[in-house]
């Protein structure tokens, strides 16, 4: 772990640092007397309250909001404490000490290095004698020189080691290092990025902490449209947002992100005035995503394409970030016509035409509770137990709140249940705790521990199954159930003896003993008729689970319509095997 960093050494850069320097850099600053004065960055106002002390501090007369140096880095950047001390020590050239802990140090020197490598793709852009098909590109995207200027755009020519002969003064290692070479099989290195057009991604800081590429031009077949850094020391795909940096220079404020797919969709964005999106690299939006993101704005608007694949991917959305909707947080979703993303969409539009899209977008628990509806037929007491039953497990992931209580209020009048009833069964902390891929049902386990008990007290009567329902049966089943299963298939001939004395010491044995106590009421003649039953209801019921727990992380209408298939052919006790899970 981290050591912690002296106090002793947070008291000396706040002495030491300069604040006027450190504020006059985010905001425009005018000497008023011995002090500095502004507009301040925390609240939107015409006339000038926010009093920047030498001493240290910050004053805003209007909003109230006060500080130090790095409690406005804090603020102003989004950062952890940690991360702004760093900040202002960077600015001093000193190194922060920490008070014990086994420190793994990341290299300053990479920060060199990418910031190198982005000067040199800016320059190829304007100098390479390949860069002319680069510049035609992004003019033809309707970029203009200044947006490439401010995103930091860059040129990656052809050929194997022009990056790497560029920055050969920083060895191969610490180009490695830094995600920039690649190694093959035979250990020689090369470039990574190799003609394409290079966008630098940076932190909050404004640091270069990776690259992504995007293909152009004819030649491209078989090549991924976007390409980005490997995972490095400073560069974490999964945490990291493109454009984030660039919207808070933009704006001394925000209060919405706008989160879109690519690269290209925010810098279209960004030339048409619309200065506020982030694209995730590559990935699907997550949980660390909305939590990186919140710390910035209290409103996130998820911009997805209006098919399929957009409507699972807001779906991922609302799993991802349902437990991070504290108090005061939204959620919205924005779908966009057919064939069209943001950027063409607002280049054929314009502005406006996005940002009203942007204002009418949908919020979560809208889209939440009609999207869980699909297919379902609400006058049928059948489908309204099935939304609940959607429902309660993701309900349950919210943090206590408005949105939940909102949410428990509107299922309860859909389903026409007890309130009460909704709410003690997502209360507590294990419900709290709950991911779409929920605990399985009560009617899943007492067919679990039915069938257990045959088994333990008869286990030949596996025989009434054919090889292939057993071996569907040893592929669907969970904990103990699989445990005996997985046994009896390599002791087809074992007695309730033999299976005992297998799982003596084991933690199950108690259980399985419990299971062969009582009276055996069960006749002979029909305990294999009644086995093969039994397990055929509990591979319908895993299987529907399992479709359940798939429309949940998917929710798409072809997900749905599985999962509903499967339920009404288990309550109509419909035998089609085709549905068993393999």
Same mark, same amino acid.
């Given at each position: 772990?981290?050591?912690?960093?002296?106090?002793?050494?947070?008291?000396?850069?706040?002495?030491?640092?300069?604040?006027?320097?450190?504020?006059?850099?985010?905001?425009?600053?005018?000497?008023?007397?011995a002090n500095h004065m502004g507009l301040c960055p925390f609240h939107d106002e015409k006339t000038p309250s926010?009093?920047?002390?030498?001493?240290?501090?910050?004053?805003?007369?209007?909003?109230?909001?006060?500080?130090?140096?790095?409690?406005?880095?804090?603020?102003?950047?989004?950062?952890?404490?940690?991360?702004?001390?760093?900040?202002?020590?960077?600015?001093?050239?000193?190194?922060?000490?920490?008070?014990?802990?086994?420190?793994?140090?990341?290299?300053?020197?990479?920060?060199?290095?990418?910031?190198?490598?982005?000067?040199?793709?800016?320059?190829?852009?304007?100098?390479?004698?390949?860069?002319?098909?680069?510049?035609?590109?992004?003019?033809?995207?309707?970029?203009?020189?200044?947006?490439?200027?401010?995103?930091?755009?860059?040129?990656?020519?052809?050929?194997?080691?022009?990056?790497?002969?560029?920055?050969?003064?920083?060895?191969?290692?610490?180009?490695?290092?830094?995600?920039?070479?690649?190694?093959?099989?035979?250990?020689?290195?090369?470039?990574?990025?190799?003609?394409?057009?290079?966008?630098?991604?940076?932190?909050?800081?404004?640091?270069?902490?990776?690259?992504?590429?995007?293909?152009?031009?004819?030649?491209?077949?078989?090549?991924?449209?976007?390409?980005?850094?490997?995972?490095?020391?400073?560069?974490?795909?999964?945490?990291? *947002?493109?454009?984030? %940096?660039?919207?808070?220079? @933009?704006?001394? &404020? +925000? !209060?919405? =992100?706008?989160?879109?797919? $690519?690269?290209?969709?925010?810098?279209?964005?960004?030339?048409?005035?619309?200065?506020?999106?982030?694209?995730?690299?590559?990935?699907?939006?997550?949980?660390?995503?909305?939590?990186?993101?919140?710390?910035?704005?209290?409103?996130?608007?998820?911009?997805?394409?209006?098919?399929?694949?957009?409507?699972?991917?807001?779906?991922?959305? *609302?799993?991802?970030? %349902?437990?991070?909707?504290? @108090?005061?947080? &939204? +959620? !919205?979703? =924005?779908?966009?016509?057919? $064939?069209?993303?943001?950027?063409?969409?607002?280049?054929?539009?314009?502005?406006?035409?996005?940002?009203?899209?942007?204002?009418?977008?949908?919020?979560?628990?809208?889209?939440?509770?009609?999207?869980?509806?699909?297919?379902?037929?609400?006058?049928?007491?059948?489908?309204?137990?099935?939304?609940?039953?959607?429902?309660?497990?993701?309900?349950?992931?919210?943090?206590?709140?408005?949105?939940?209580?909102?949410? +428990?209020?509107?299922?309860?009048?859909?389903?026409?249940?007890?309130?009460?009833?909704?709410?003690?069964?997502?209360?507590?902390?294990?419900?709290?705790?709950?991911?779409?891929?929920?605990?399985?049902?009560?009617?899943?386990?007492?067919?679990?521990?039915?069938?257990?008990?045959?088994?333990?007290?008869?286990?030949?009567?596996?025989?009434?199954?054919?090889?292939?329902?057993?071996?569907?049966?040893?592929?669907?089943?969970?904990?103990?159930?699989?445990?005996? +299963?997985?046994?009896?298939?390599?002791?087809?001939?074992?007695?309730?003896?033999?299976?005992?004395?297998?799982?003596?010491?084991?933690?199950?044995?108690?259980?399985l003993v419990a299971l062969c106590a009582g009276e055996d009421v069960l006749p002979g003649t029909a305990s294999?008729?009644?086995?093969?039953?039994?397990a055929r209801r509990y591979l319908h019921e895993r299987n529907r689970q399992l479709l359940l727990d798939a429309?949940?992380?998917?929710?798409?209408?072809?997900?749905?319509?599985?999962?509903?298939?499967?339920?009404?052919?288990?309550?109509?006790?419909?035998?089609?095997?085709?549905?068993?899970?393999?």
């Amino acid at each position: 772990m981290p050591g912690r960093i002296p106090q002793s050494f947070v008291n000396s850069l706040i002495e030491r640092v300069d604040i006027v320097e450190v504020v006059g850099s985010r905001v425009q600053l005018k000497k008023a007397g011995a002090n500095h004065m502004g507009l301040c960055p925390f609240h939107d106002e015409k006339t000038p309250s926010f009093h920047v002390y030498p001493d240290g501090h910050y004053h805003c007369f209007g909003c109230g909001a006060h500080g130090t140096t790095i409690g406005f880095l804090m603020d102003v950047d989004a950062l952890t404490f940690p991360e702004a001390v760093e900040s202002l020590a960077d600015m001093l050239g000193v190194e922060v000490p920490r008070e014990g802990g086994d420190v793994r140090r990341v290299d300053p020197g990479i920060y060199d290095v990418l910031d190198a490598a982005s000067n040199q793709f800016k320059a190829w852009l304007r100098h390479h004698d390949e860069a002319p098909s680069a510049v035609a590109y992004l003019k033809e995207r309707g970029l203009s020189g200044e947006v490439a200027r401010d995103f930091g755009i860059g040129f990656a020519p052809p050929g194997w080691q022009g990056l790497k002969t560029a920055l050969a003064s920083f060895g191969d290692e610490r180009l490695l290092a830094a995600g920039l070479l690649a190694k093959g099989d035979s250990g020689r290195t090369y470039d990574r990025f190799r003609q394409r057009i290079v966008f630098p991604i940076r932190d909050t800081r404004g640091r270069v902490i990776g690259f992504g590429g995007r293909i152009f031009g004819a030649d491209t077949e078989g090549q991924p449209k976007y390409l980005n850094s490997p995972e490095t020391d400073v560069f974490h795909k999964g945490q990291e *947002v493109y454009g984030l %940096f660039e919207a808070r220079r @933009a704006r001394n &404020r +925000l !209060d919405t =992100v706008v989160v879109v797919e $690519g690269y290209m969709d925010v810098v279209a964005l960004a030339q048409h005035g619309i200065h506020n999106a982030v694209a995730t690299l590559g990935t699907a939006i997550g949980e660390a995503h909305f939590a990186r993101l919140y710390k910035v704005v209290d409103r996130i608007v998820c911009c997805f394409d209006g098919d399929d694949a957009g409507r699972e991917a807001a779906w991922k959305a *609302v799993n991802a970030a %349902f437990p991070t909707l504290s @108090a005061g947080r &939204r +959620l !919205d979703f =924005v779908f966009l016509p057919d $064939g069209e993303d943001p950027d063409t969409l607002v280049r054929k539009q314009g502005a406006d035409a996005f940002n009203a899209l942007v204002a009418e977008a949908a919020s979560v628990g809208r889209y939440f509770l009609e999207r869980l509806q699909t297919g379902l037929d609400l006058a049928n007491v059948d489908d309204r137990a099935t939304l609940g039953e959607l429902a309660l497990p993701l309900i349950g992931q919210l943090p206590d709140g408005e949105l939940r209580a909102v949410l +428990l209020r509107e299922l309860a009048r859909l389903t026409r249940s007890d309130l009460a009833h909704l709410e003690q069964r997502v209360a507590g902390d294990g419900a709290r705790r709950a991911s779409a891929t929920a605990a399985p049902s009560g009617t899943e386990s007492k067919l679990a521990t039915t069938l257990l008990r045959l088994l333990v007290r008869r286990p030949q009567a596996l025989a009434g199954l054919d090889d292939t329902e057993r071996q569907q049966l040893l592929l669907a089943a969970e904990g103990t159930l699989r445990e005996v +299963l997985g046994f009896l298939a390599e002791q087809p001939e074992a007695d309730t003896s033999t299976l005992l004395g297998r799982f003596v010491g084991d933690p199950v044995h108690p259980q399985l003993v419990a299971l062969c106590a009582g009276e055996d009421v069960l006749p002979g003649t029909a305990s294999e008729s009644d086995c093969r039953d039994c397990a055929r209801r509990y591979l319908h019921e895993r299987n529907r689970q399992l479709l359940l727990d798939a429309y949940r992380q998917v929710g798409t209408d072809d997900a749905m319509r599985r999962y509903l298939d499967a339920k009404r052919q288990q309550t109509t006790g419909v035998d089609d095997r085709r549905n068993a899970p393999m």
